[in-house]
């Protein structure tokens, strides 16, 4: 006799809960990784890092813009990266007053010391998977943090019930699912899908 149709309330229910301990390895991943202990990188760090490597220097406000946060809160997390010389903080060329963050000779080499690690570890936690099934897992994640980031974004211009079945009758979301801190949790541990 085959199993009754999961119904979307017990998928999503499912699904929130895999989000929640995917958020949780993820947060304990970035204490190590593969290799020396000196590998494990603050994952606010690590995506400011990557998004300094892959976008070049740029402006407190337009870091914040692409990373999707405030200023204030770039600048209180690339106060420390200055402090231990990853980050470079120089004057706009233009504009005197203003200021241009850059990713260091060190902050290049400790980021790639870090994505090493990393690439290693998640190398290691799939070996038994075929590449197509990495490419799809990939491909899915990646899809999945570009769905979240958009909620995230457009959470105060709509309902939060919007698209969610069972929710317009009182079902609940699940745990996380509504919480903003949650979502920093997923999109941060997933990694940045603009590229950090």
């Not at 990784?33 to 490597?53: H, I, W």
């Not at 769905?147 to 939060?160: I, V």
């Not at 698209?163 to 903003?180: I, T, W």
């Amino acid at each position: 006799m085959s199993n009754p149709p999961e119904s979307s309330t017990d998928l999503f229910e499912r699904l929130q809960h895999q989000v929640a301990l995917f958020a949780r390895r993820a947060e304990q991943t970035r204490l190590g990784g593969v290799g020396k202990a000196r590998n494990s990188m603050d994952r606010a760090a690590y995506l400011l890092l990557n998004r300094l490597d892959r976008e070049g220097p740029m402006g407190v406000k337009a870091l914040a813009e692409a990373m999707g946060i405030d200023s204030s809160t770039v600048t209180r997390q690339v106060a420390p990266l200055v402090d231990t010389g990853l980050v470079k903080r120089t004057s706009h060329p233009e504009d005197g007053r203003a200021v241009v963050l850059a990713l260091s000779p060190r902050g290049r080499s400790r980021l790639e010391e870090v994505r090493d690690s990393r690439r290693r570890l998640m190398a290691q936690v799939t070996e038994d998977w075929t590449t197509q099934e990495r490419e799809v897992f990939t491909g899915l994640l990646a899809r999945f943090n570009t769905a979240l980031a958009e909620w995230h974004a457009g959470l105060g211009q709509r309902d939060e019930t919007d698209g969610v079945p069972g929710a317009a009758d009182g079902a609940s979301l699940g745990e996380g699912v509504r919480e903003p801190a949650g979502t920093g949790a997923v999109a941060g541990a997933a990694g940045d899908t603009q590229g950090g």
